[in-house]
């Protein structure tokens, strides 16, 4: 999955621009405006309630073609000191998009980076939209007596096949506690996420802020199945039809992931499904005042990303929201008790 989707000669987000209506898939920045002016107001009113750190680093992880920036930076102008306060950090590995990105962005001072870890020290306010989810998994497959590896091989034709291996004793030791399950049913686990959320926590325990993080999943106790799925020109595909040219995604398990960024350090809120937090945060208001001046091809436009946004039918309710805030710090604006509260950082 890492290979095929970030080979820096072939991988798939380095040789394409998979975005939008002309790619593969379109995600809710592209969808409607309203989605990223009303994340970067949320931003500004948390950062607000923290007392107006400055400077602070605002993150994006996975910036895509950089409109949800573009549309954050935007909203935010009208918040007093809140952008002159900004210091802006991508995280993004393809050069392809960070030419995207720079010409979507012409006019602000952005640093680029290839990982978390290089963003400099300081208040930490980051948005992880549809990131997680592209992130590698493993897959476990119960068998008789103990669990096995889902692995890719190639068959007498050369044709790309699943197959079966030893599990490593890592992998086999994070589902421990998986509930008692069939042979052949599949666990998916995803040690990348879990050290990534550890890693935001450990950041927010210890300089403070917080973390967005918006993909399609769910907090599950249970297992979850095979949810690896392949997209090109919107339509589903086999995963191993063709390495390097169609999107490789599988569903977030937000327990694992929130619990390991409370083992960094933080307090972790919801997830909330993505209609909800957008209705909160007055998208229906938002959309009412756009619809007062457009043009009717407009207002189509704009009831249809409303609707696509929002809708449990849509990604209103199969994507959710999770956020990261740091201990002793207020909730985060629109939430109450954290679901997981951090502590001081595990070793």
């Known amino acids: 999955?890492?290979?095929?989707?970030?080979?820096?000669?072939?991988?798939?987000?380095?040789?394409?621009?998979?975005?939008?209506?002309?790619?593969?898939?379109?995600?809710?920045?592209?969808?409607?405006?309203?989605?990223?002016e009303l994340i970067g107001l949320w931003l500004a009113a948390a950062w607000q309630q923290m007392g107006q750190p400055t400077p602070f680093r605002l993150?994006?992880?996975?910036?895509?073609?950089?409109?949800?920036?573009?549309?954050?930076?935007?909203?935010?102008?009208?918040?007093?000191?809140?952008?002159?306060?900004?210091d802006i950090h991508l995280i993004e590995t393809s050069e392809r998009l960070r030419?995207?990105?720079?010409?979507?962005?012409?006019?602000?001072?952005?640093?680029?980076?290839d990982e978390l870890e290089t963003v400099p020290k300081g208040p930490f306010f980051l948005i992880a939209n549809e990131f997680v989810?592209?992130?590698?998994?493993?897959?476990?497959?119960?068998?008789?007596?103990?669990?096995?590896?889902?692995?890719?091989?190639?068959?007498?034709?050369?044709?790309?096949?699943?197959?079966?291996?030893?599990?490593?004793?890592m992998l086999v030791d994070m589902v421990e506690n998986a509930p008692?399950?069939?042979?052949?049913?599949?666990?998916?686990?995803?040690?990348?996420?879990?050290?990534?959320?550890?890693r935001m926590g450990e950041r927010i325990h210890g300089d403070g802020g917080v973390a967005v993080i918006i993909d399609y999943g769910a907090w599950v106790d249970h297992i979850?199945?095979?949810?690896?799925?392949?997209?090109?020109?919107?339509?589903?595909?086999?995963?191993?039809?063709?390495p390097g040219e169609v999107d490789l995604t599988t569903q977030v398990d937000f327990k694992r992931l929130g619990e390991a960024a409370a083992k960094g350090g933080a307090h972790v809120f919801g997830?909330?499904?993505?209609?909800?937090?957008?209705?909160?945060?007055g998208i229906e208001v938002r959309t009412a005042s756009l619809l007062a001046k457009a043009d009717e091809g407009q207002r189509r436009n704009l009831r249809e990303a409303l609707f696509r946004l929002?809708?449990?039918?849509?990604?209103g309710e199969a994507f959710k929201v999770m956020i990261l805030g740091q201990p002793g710090a207020p909730p985060p604006p629109g939430f109450g008790a954290p679901s997981l509260q951090g502590g001081q950082p595990s070793r």
């Not at 990105?101 to 680029?112: E, G, K, M, N, Y």
């Not at 052949?184 to 990348?192: D, F, R, Y």
């Open 59 to 86: 993150v994006e992880l996975g910036p895509g073609r950089g409109q949800l920036m573009a549309d954050l930076v935007r909203a935010t102008a009208m918040v007093p000191g809140f952008l002159a306060a900004a």
């Open 224 to 242: 979850t199945g095979d949810t690896l799925q392949a997209v090109r020109d919107h339509r589903p595909v086999d995963p191993l039809c063709m």
């Open 310 to 315: 929002t809708d449990a039918s849509a990604m």
């Open 180 to 198: 008692v399950c069939e042979p052949g049913e599949i666990a998916e686990i995803s040690p990348a996420r879990e050290v990534l959320a550890k």
């Open 1 to 36: 999955m890492d290979l095929a989707l970030n080979h820096p000669d072939w991988g798939y987000y380095h040789t394409r621009d998979p975005f939008g209506a002309a790619g593969d898939f379109v995600t809710a920045p592209e969808v409607s405006q309203v989605f990223g």
């Open 271 to 281: 997830p909330v499904p993505q209609g909800t937090f957008l209705r909160t945060l």
């Open 99 to 113: 030419a995207r990105q720079r010409t979507q962005l012409p006019d602000l001072a952005v640093s680029w980076h």
């Open 133 to 169: 989810d592209a992130l590698p998994a493993h897959q476990l497959i119960r068998t008789e007596t103990d669990w096995a590896e889902r692995l890719v091989t190639s068959d007498d034709h050369g044709r790309l096949t699943f197959t079966q291996g030893e599990a490593p004793v």
